[in-house]
């Protein structure tokens, strides 16, 4: 009775509370001058596919861990790793969070690449779920036509999501997971994927700069990045931390750090110093009361984000030889 009473309460405050931010903040691709020397960062990989015209290399002025995985939180998970297909227990929030996040990528992925089958409307889209954990996520997204690679560093989860996953036939083709860290995958897989999914997932790793120096080593030229997680204000310690795992216990005590949280600013500046563009970013929330998840205005608390990776433009060379080759009499251009 006490939790339902608070739950109320605290609903009712964030209800009323008056935020300035829009629903859907569509994002300018420009990149700000302002940002520029605070984003440099990163990974071998990105500096190596950093080269610039002049045949110089970016340089890095942040250090960096080179690994997104915190051991403290692979601790936390693996001790979880058998409960994430109870509806009831600590993860209902996920499973209740598909009725936003799965729309979100299924439409955004179609904007970008249009139907691609009736009834299976990412059908010849390879997407990276990373930390996917028990496969709550992967799952829907195969059952929408993708091919999808959960991956997870906790073993114990890819068992849980594999066993899932084969109770039904519509899965074994197209969804498969494997137990390895997104740097381990993305020494395999150079721009393999068309979207990478990184749902509550980033509040959790050790180095974001890795993170999405690797997610754009992985990704196609245009491809998606999808996140969400929790923003990094004091609304969403006293509702992610405080309400959440404390006082309602939705998630289990310990699950967040709030040092670990990022504003949708800050995020947006990592990810546009590692050639992304954020094409959205939508305020969530969740409602004890229902057990619901909704759009809103604000994202001071939760939110789902969308950037796409910059494709290559011409190489200067590439375009001072056909330049020359048209202005040489008789000789004509060829494209292959």
Not at 220 to 226: D, E, I, N, Q, W
Not at 280 to 294: D, E, F, Q, V
């Amino acid at each position: 009775m006490y939790a339902n009473k608070l739950a109320r309460l605290a609903f009712g405050l964030l209800a009323e509370s008056t935020f300035k931010w829009p629903l859907t903040r569509s994002v300018s691709s420009r990149v700000k001058a302002e940002r520029s020397l605070c984003s440099w960062t990163v990974c071998l990989h990105h500096r190596q596919n950093n080269q610039l015209s002049n045949g110089l290399t970016r340089l890095n002025v942040r250090a960096v861990s080179q690994t997104t995985v915190d051991p403290a939180e692979v601790r936390k998970f693996q001790a979880m790793a058998s409960k994430w297909w109870d509806l009831q227990g600590e993860f209902a929030v996920l499973h209740c969070m598909n009725d936003l996040r799965v729309p979100f990528i299924r439409d955004n992925l179609l904007n970008v690449h249009g139907v691609q089958q009736l009834g299976k409307p990412l059908a010849g889209l390879r997407i990276l779920d990373v930390g996917c954990g028990g496969g709550v996520l992967s799952e829907p997204l195969g059952r929408l036509g993708a091919d999808v690679l959960g991956i997870d560093p906790v073993e114990d989860s890819v068992r849980t999501a594999e066993l899932h996953s084969s109770y039904d036939p519509d899965l074994r083709e197209r969804v498969r997971y494997q137990a390895c860290t997104l740097e381990e995958l993305a020494e395999e897989e150079v721009e393999g994927f068309h979207a990478v999914v990184a749902s509550e997932v980033v509040e959790h790793l050790a180095d974001l700069d890795a993170f999405a120096s690797c997610c754009q080593q992985v990704l196609k030229p245009g491809g998606s990045l999808f996140i969400t997680t929790l923003n990094k204000t004091n609304l969403s310690y006293v509702f992610g931390i405080v309400a959440a795992e404390q006082l309602l216990r939705i998630v289990p005590s310990g699950t967040h750090d709030w040092e670990k949280f990022i504003s949708p600013e800050d995020l947006e500046r990592l990810l546009e110093s590692f050639d992304f563009y954020v094409e959205a970013i939508r305020g969530m929330i969740y409602n004890p009361l229902t057990g619901a998840w909704s759009w809103q205005q604000s994202t001071a608390i939760n939110y789902a984000l969308h950037a796409i990776k910059r494709k290559e433009e011409p190489q200067p060379d590439r375009v001072w030889a056909e330049s020359e080759n048209l202005d040489e009499p008789g000789r004509a251009t060829t494209y292959s």
